[in-house]
């Protein structure tokens, strides 16, 4: 059962993969072009990045908005790579943040990821509650190692920056101890609802803050590494071993605090960017998650990205009263980063071996201070209706793309739900045969 487990997430892609190709009209001859494949290394599975933006509306992708007339939403490398990849024109997400990171991460319904709601530290010692994903489920970055070992292959190496959103008030339920082999970013909602108390950076912990309950002494930006030194207050949490498992004291010892810096998502590009090139392809697959502060408010870019006035200057930064104009320039900057990582993976020549999930986590907020954009669906994020759920999401990358007949736009109407991603149990027919055709196509 462990061993089919772990085929369940590239399984899943290989079926849209296959779907795809098998029920999507295409602009030219289906028969042009057979699709090829050729690993950069033998052996080795293909390197998995995640794209995940926040609040995006359907309407903020270009190629979304061309259909609607919409001229304002430019996007060119989002657009370039839908265009070449998998369009998943019926891609469902919850309707709000921290379940659909849930769903996405563990492949279980909301029913079962009971305590994750969008403010992960809202828990009640008295009763025993940790908010965010229980404690040692098996999420994403698990089931890809998990994989790896059980076909004899090199194991992933695992990654994860930006918004984690699911877990934080446990050590044992932060990235790091949900599998991933190192992270740089927030755990809440966003940086600015946890970003203030640093009572973690210097010192010991004062007596009435139990180090097992994160949320009492929570910065807003962290690092964990497996391979870093310990941080300067590891010897007093070796001493709570009465309160800490053997797991929970490596993790807490591996966390770092960090200062905010002024633009999160320009510093997590970087860092993502860094992680890519640094990574060593030829030893092992790398399994990589990117998860932005944008759209969620606030909205935060450089300001290079707001239009010069006609004499040139640059203008004041776009205020509530011109929110449309904000959130058009934001989906630039995104646009951007975008871009940026996916010619970083080029440039580490990795390209043709890399599989890509582009997604928003659920449909555009539109309330006060946002101006996300959904049309022509109704609704928008905290409600069931299209709007709020539906959400811009492709396939890309080179093993993609060399897994298509070539000169054709695929765009897939198979519904597919957050949970669809990264099913980590049940029982498959034929699995190891599925498996085998995955690499093949």
């Not at 992960?120 to 190692?145: E, N, Q, Y």
């Not at 076909?151 to 990235?175: C, L, Q």
Request: aromatic share 10%.
């Amino acid at each position: 059962m462990k061993y089919l487990n772990a085929l369940f997430p590239i399984w899943s892609i290989a079926c849209v993969v296959l779907g795809a190709a098998a029920g999507t009209k295409s602009s030219k001859d289906v028969k042009s072009n057979p699709p090829t494949n050729q690993p950069a290394t033998p052996g080795l599975l293909p390197n998995i990045l995640v794209f995940l933006v926040d609040d995006m509306g359907y309407n903020q992708v270009g190629y979304n908005a061309e259909l609607t007339g919409n001229t304002e939403i430019q996007t060119p490398h989002i657009d370039e790579h839908a265009k070449s990849g998998i369009i998943m024109n019926r891609g469902y997400m919850t309707p709000w943040c921290g379940p659909s990171r849930a769903a996405f991460q563990t492949g279980r319904t909301n029913s079962f990821n009971q305590n994750v709601s969008n403010q992960v530290s809202s828990f009640d010692d008295s009763i025993g509650f940790v908010g965010g994903m229980p404690p040692g489920t098996v999420t994403l970055a698990k089931a890809f190692k998990d994989l790896s070992r059980n076909i004899d292959s090199p194991e992933y190496k695992t990654s994860y920056v930006g918004k984690w959103g699911i877990g934080g008030t446990s050590w044992a339920n932060t990235p790091m101890g949900m599998g991933y082999d190192e992270f740089l970013g927030f755990w809440a909602d966003s940086i600015e609802t946890c970003d203030g108390w640093q009572t973690f950076t210097t010192g010991p912990l004062p007596q009435e803050i139990q180090p097992s309950v994160l949320a009492n002494a929570v910065p807003g930006y962290w690092q964990q590494k497996n391979s870093s030194v310990d941080n300067v207050v590891c010897p007093y949490i070796r001493e709570q071993s009465d309160l800490l498992t053997a797991e929970e004291i490596h993790i807490a010892c591996k966390s770092t605090p960090k200062t905010p810096p002024k633009l999160i998502d320009l510093d997590i590009m970087e860092e993502t960017v860094r992680i890519i090139g640094s990574h060593d392809y030829a030893s092992r697959p790398l399994y990589h998650m990117h998860a932005l502060q944008l759209m969620h408010l606030p909205m935060q870019y450089p300001k290079a990205y707001d239009d010069p006035d006609e004499a040139g200057k640059e203008k004041k930064p776009a205020n509530n009263t011109d929110l449309r104009i904000t959130t058009r320039n934001a989906m630039r900057f995104v646009d951007d980063v975008f871009g940026n990582i996916t010619q970083a993976i080029k440039d580490a020549g990795q390209w043709h071996n890399t599989i890509i999930l582009f997604s928003s986590d659920n449909g555009g907020a539109i309330y006060l201070n946002t101006a996300n954009n959904n049309f022509p669906l109704r609704g928008s994020k905290f409600n069931a209706f299209e709007g709020g759920i539906r959400v811009p999401q492709f396939l890309s990358g080179g093993w993609i793309e060399n897994s298509l007949p070539k000169g054709q736009n695929f765009k897939s109407n198979t519904y597919v739900f957050a949970l669809d991603w990264a099913p980590v149990s049940g029982l498959v027919s034929n699995a190891i045969f599925l498996f085998q055709l995955i690499l093949l196509i």
